[in-house]
């Protein structure tokens, strides 16, 4: 071993060690093992940084972007909730959500996807008394299986496809791992549809922020427009529409009100309905009824390209210049520019319209306007803003354009028509352009600790290919697979992989096995494609602890898991990948 190879080693050594004692965030490590690589010279430093133009990184918060204005559209939320109903014994559900968590990571971040299913199952979980804990784990690992189905879903691919690139000349496509992957996935989802038995029962997650500002009585206002999906419809029709998470609290016809309506009302056009409920369930029911806030034809002021429109929750506080006064009476929106967008106040329900209710001291008020003149507004309406979080309300819309862009951009790299990273750089632009996401959302939606890890990383990973370390590691590691059958060696990667991934990260897994396992199918004899699958595989199916992948820490307050939790039900589903993964792998990809 030369002095080189010592020194990469070591650096990789340190790096681990660092990971598994936790005490620094992962990407410092991963910017800190860059700078030693640097200063020992096993990283030259006009290279230092050429892992943050890698297309790794543009891809990787590329599909951030996708996923996060695919769930900021609703749109699968009001799918599931037209099949809710029929979705009556918890088997079911659990097949149905992680179905749909399995077919969103193939073609979304993987991550992306099941942060947009959670909410959802919750609901599910709410309106069938199932505790939640059954659905997020299976859920959690349906999305690491289907990211394993094609070239996007998860960063392990990505990261193949390139060492791929390296060796061969040409990456995997879009869909070079489907044949294998679906198959695995298949095998996964049917084992879970059955194995969510083997989870603890009774767990009861950690009650969030948005439980401690539980607030489920706001009343706001809505106008049913002539593109209205409710006209002529009930309110009984409507309140099925919401699943019964919103009343109508009044119908305003021709300025003459009907107080608590029957559920045979019929709703007509121009009605002002005088809506109920909490704040998601109420931007929810507007956007599925096709209804508008009678206060957004109020559009507030922007003053510059970067100013956005969004809302923020408030108390009035006790001596706001709100108290004793109503919207319209002191002229919220052409004073202070910003519309009334929703009340509540505790133990009472409000019988008059939303702009002449007299606020009181207490009243929770929910206020759309100009984002960067809000804290300014707050402040001389006398307002006390609540802990941030995430509100809805006057805020979301639903489109199909996300959707669309998404479908096109995978058409666009199926046909090898555009480089996947320009196709999902292009998407992530033409998504902020329509006004999917807006810059604020586009930057706080990208992982940039994850960015920052690869960009670091890629460099430090290389040095142990470029001082000659995986060429001596595949060695050892044939040494060991001479006993063993070709099918033993392939399955003797992905474990490996498998094992390092809970300590390591992986990304940063493949980073270092892949170059490994292409030296290893080499010095073998074998083609390295089958290896570097195995590779992919091991490391995307990370099922035994919940620090290993992102999805499985996503889960684990919410599902009110332990540690000790993921392996009952990970370790038989990590054998199942295993048993169905190889022969998949040495059939699609033969090894000579």
Not at 126 to 155: C, E, K, Q
Not at 425 to 442: I, K, P, Y
Not at 467 to 488: E, F, K, Q, R, V
Request: glycine share 8%; with cysteine.
């Amino acid at each position: 071993m030369t002095h080189q190879q010592m020194l990469s080693f070591a650096i990789v050594a340190g790096m681990m060690a660092l990971f598994v004692w936790g005490r620094f965030r992962y990407d410092l490590v991963a910017v800190l093992s860059l700078l030693v690589a640097v200063l020992v010279g096993v990283v030259p430093a006009d290279k230092a940084f050429e892992g943050f133009s890698d297309d790794i990184v543009i891809i990787v918060a590329s599909a951030l972007l996708v996923s996060a204005a695919v769930a900021k559209s609703g749109i699968l939320e009001a799918g599931l909730n037209r099949v809710g109903p029929y979705l009556r014994t918890t088997q079911i559900q659990i097949v149905v959500l992680v179905g749909v968590v399995t077919v969103l990571s193939a073609f979304v971040k993987n991550i992306g996807a099941l942060a947009m299913m959670i909410p959802v199952a919750f609901q599910i979980a709410r309106r069938t008394n199932t505790p939640p804990s059954s659905f997020l784990m299976p859920m959690a690992f349906g999305s690491l299986l289907g990211g394993i189905v094609t070239l996007v879903g998860t960063s392990p691919n990505i990261i193949v496809s390139r060492v791929r690139e390296e060796l061969l000349g040409e990456p995997f496509g879009m869909f070079d791992f489907t044949p294998v992957g679906l198959g695995i996935a298949l095998a996964g989802v049917v084992f879970l549809a059955f194995g969510y038995r083997l989870l603890p029962q009774g767990r009861k997650g950690a009650a969030s922020l948005d439980a401690a500002l539980d607030i489920k009585d706001y009343i706001t206002e809505a106008r049913v427009i002539p593109e209205s999906d409710v006209i002529g419809q009930t309110v009984a029709d409507l309140h099925r529409l919401a699943n019964g998470e919103v009343k109508v609290a009044a119908i305003i016809r021709n300025e003459t009100r009907s107080s608590s309506p029957l559920p045979d009302a019929t709703i007509r056009e121009n009605d002002v309905l005088m809506l109920e409920g909490e704040s998601d369930a109420l931007e929810s029911a507007v956007a599925r009824a096709g209804l508008k806030l009678s206060r957004e034809h109020h559009q507030p002021e922007t003053d510059e390209a970067t100013d956005e429109i969004g809302v923020i929750e408030a108390i009035v506080g006790p001596n706001s210049a709100l108290t004793g006064l109503s919207a319209e009476r002191i002229g919220l929106y052409e004073r202070f520019g910003v519309n009334l967008i929703a009340v509540s106040r505790s133990g009472e329900r409000f019988k008059e319209r939303l702009r002449t209710i007299n606020l009181r001291a207490g009243d929770v008020i929910v206020l759309q306007g100009n984002l960067k003149r809000l804290p300014d507004t707050l402040r001389d309406l006398g307002c006390l803003p609540l802990a941030e979080r995430e509100i809805r309300l006057g805020s979301a819309r639903r489109s199909l354009v996300p959707a669309a862009i998404l479908a096109g951009t995978m058409v666009l790299v199926a046909f090898n028509i555009l480089p996947v990273a320009i196709a999902f750089f292009g998407a992530g632009v033409l998504l902020v352009l329509f006004g999917s996401l807006t810059l604020r959302e586009a930057y706080e939606t990208i992982e940039w600790p994850i960015i920052v890890m690869l960009g670091a990383l890629i460099p430090v990973s290389e040095s142990i290919r470029t001082t000659g370390g995986t060429d001596l590691i595949a060695g050892w590691l044939s040494s060991a697979a001479n006993m063993l059958p070709p099918t033993g060696a392939l399955v003797l990667i992905m474990v490996a992989a498998m094992a390092v991934t809970p300590f390591l990260n992986n990304a940063a897994t493949v980073l270092v096995m892949a170059p490994i396992a292409a030296s290893f199918a080499s010095q073998l004899g074998f083609r390295p494609d089958a290896f570097l699958m195995a590779v992919a595989i091991g490391a995307a199916c990370d099922f035994l602890t919940p620090i290993g992948h992102q999805c499985n820490t996503l889960v684990m307050g919410p599902g009110g898991y332990r540690f000790g939790d993921y392996w009952r039900l990970g370790l038989p589903l990590s054998i199942i990948v295993v048993v169905v993964g190889v022969p998949l792998i040495m059939l699609v990809w033969p090894l000579r």
